[in-house]
Structures are given as structure tokens and as C-alpha cells.
């Protein structure tokens, strides 16, 4: 494993004239690993504005598992906090198929016990977990469906959940290299985190060069006890269908380093 860096790397996004592409992306959605046999990765949150690195994760696919049937493989979690202690390791089990990847089960602990979910486990499993209509799956193939407006102003979708959509080609030049990449705006599609946005920068090998996450204004509001245009008044902020949404931390993998 590549060691990531403390502080997270200045980047400088530019819109491409040139039409976005389409590309092949195995990576787990927000795990950024890829499902196969002998396939690793590192990647770490930084912090806004601070950009100090908070929980960083080393993932490993262990091997292949059957699941109700279903053949998939086991990935270990390792997390890291952000003064270098040990944080809480768990594993799941995904699939990946010609044209989609998803989870198919997960286990952690709490306290000395051990739980163990499974996509069969309605209510435990795919609130946290489900991707797509009756747990489906990610779709591989990403290309531009033309069903989100993106413009510098406000982002228009016609519904504000389930929307997952290429809005773009965009230059990142970030730890001294430059990556030509497609923007892949994910609105509030995946089990029950809504009202937040993310946005990925996939490269041509379809691997993710940069992600970055926007909380709605008022995201679990009753937790923070603060507007997040209150609690991170400096962030950058855009508009979602004309309600705000505040950055709030981004992620980078060991591929770019």
C-alpha cells in the first residue's frame, strides 16, 4: 500500500470543450475498490477547509464467498483514525457481473459481538447498503443519460433521488499529474443518505481520481445542531434544484499517487 498524505493535495478542476466519454467502472461505489481476485486499494477523507486527512481505509479482497447461493468476494476493511490509532475493521462481500457490481453482505462489530447482514436482510441491509432498483446493482457502463442540467449556477434534475449521471469532461491536475476525466454527479442515490450529493472524476481506465462530497443545508440537522452554511461557512457551496448544498470533505485513493 501507498502511504497518503497528511494534508490533502492542492487540485485544479477545468471544464473540457470536448464531450464527455464513456467508460467502464468496476469500483465499489464510495469504496473505490475493485471486486476481483487480488485487487487492493488505499484511500483516506480530508477535511474541509482544514484539508487534514481524517479516517483513511486499506482494503484487500481476501477471496471468493458464497452468499445464499450468489458467488461474490470477501473484502477486509482496515480503517485508520486520524491520530494513527487503529479504527474499527469490518468485511463485506460484493458481486461483479458483466454489467453491474453490488453488495451482498456485510459483517462488523459492536462492542465484543460479531454481526453478520445480508441482502436478504431487508431492513438491516439495504438502507445501509442496497445499490439500484431491488438491489440491482451499479451499472458499469457510465455514460452521459441527459438527465441532469449542470450548469455553474444550479444543477436541475428532473427528480432528486435515484440520479446518477455524467455531466461533463473536466481536466484535474492534482499531485503533479493531469487526468483527463468525465464528472459523475450522484444525487441522493444511495440507501439512506439523502440530501447529499457527491461528485466523482473518473479517468479513461475508469478509476476515480478525485471524490468529492456536498451536504444539503440542512443534513441531519437535528445531530449537528447547526446549518452545514453555519457550521462551514468558508466551503465552497452550489445549488441543487435552486437548495444549497455545502462541501464537505474529499477523497483520493492510492491511483494517483
Known sequence: MKSLPNIMPSYKITKSHNDPFEVKCE??????????????????MYDYPSKKRAESYELKVQGKVMVHGIEGVEVLSKETLSDGTNGSDSIFVAQLTENYNRFLAESHYIGDTKYYYTFLDEDEFLPNWGMGENNCGNELNIRQKGNIIFNDDNIISPKVNLII????????DINGKSYD??????????????????????DRNGRTVLWRRFNHDDWKLSHFKQKWT????????VKINNETYVHWYDCITDYIL
Open 165 to 172: 449521471d455524467v455531466v461533463g469532461r473536466y481536466n484535474v
Open 27 to 44: 469500483e465499489m461505489m464510495g469504496w473505490f475498490i475493485i471486486p476481483k481476485l487480488n485487487e487492493s486499494c488505499h484511500w483516506a
Open 181 to 202: 476525466t468525465i464528472l459523475v454527479l450522484d444525487i441522493e442515490s444511495h440507501g439512506k443518505e439523502k440530501k447529499v450529493m457527491t461528485e466523482t472524476y473518473l
Open 230 to 237: 453555519e457550521k462551514l461557512p468558508n466551503n465552497e457551496r
